[in-house]
Structures are given as C-alpha cells and as structure tokens.
C-alpha cells in the first residue's frame, strides 16, 4: 500500500501563485507516472498535469503555460507550481501515482486538497 499526502492548498486571488505537494510513503523512483487530477464541484475529475520518468510531461490545455509538475526523489515528493490562478482552476486536486504490484500497475490516491481561487 502506498499513502499519498498532499499538501499546499487554500485560497488565493486570481493571478496569485500556489504551490501544491505530494508526499509518498514509497519510492517515486520506483513508480511509473505520477501526476495531479482535478474535480471542480459538479464536474467529473480530470487530468491536469503528469510526469513519467522525470523527463516526459503532459498537461492539460487549460494549465500549458502555468502549471509545472517536478519531482524530488530525495524527498519521495511531487510538486505542482500554479502560477496565474483563474478561478476556473477552483477545484479539489488530488495527487496520483501508478507502482508495480505483481504484474500490472495500481492507481493510488491521496486524499486531495482544496484550491480556491477568487476573482
């Protein structure tokens, strides 16, 4: 089993900056992707940004050129950085991460974080 504790959340004004925090129980090194999702209230939950190896990224086209997703493997912690907060990013965001268990990948989840951004 692996916890995911996610951290750095709450309100800010739109354009602000926030700086979101996972914080994994096992090895990063040792997972395949790991990534942030979102749900806005009444919304179903969505990728916003992932990253595979250290090296390979996606984001969603809503977050390009405002978001960045790292990662420590010293510290077993991914980041997300939100620079340029509209208030459509509002939302619960939840930190993912996929290990090997046995002979197939397994999504975990932390518990998710709130983002408020007021305009």
């Known amino acids: 089993q692996v916890q995911l504790v996610e951290s750095g959340g709450g309100l800010v004004q739109a354009g ?23 749900q806005a209230p009444g919304k179903q939950r969505e990728l916003v940004a992932t990253i595979t190896g250290g090296t390979m990224f996606t984001y969603s086209d809503s977050v390009k050129g405002r978001f960045t997703i790292s990662r420590d493997n010293a510290k077993n912690t ?34 998710g974080t709130q983002v408020t951004v007021s305009s």
């Open 16 to 38: 602000g900056s926030l700086r979101l925090s996972c914080a994994a129980s096992r090895s990063i090194s040792s997972g395949k992707t790991m990534g942030w999702y979102r």
């Open 78 to 111: 991914v980041y997300l950085q939100m620079n340029s907060l509209k208030p459509e990013d509002t939302a619960v965001y939840y930190c993912n991460a996929q290990y090997l268990v046995g002979l197939r990948y397994v999504d975990y989840w932390g518990q």
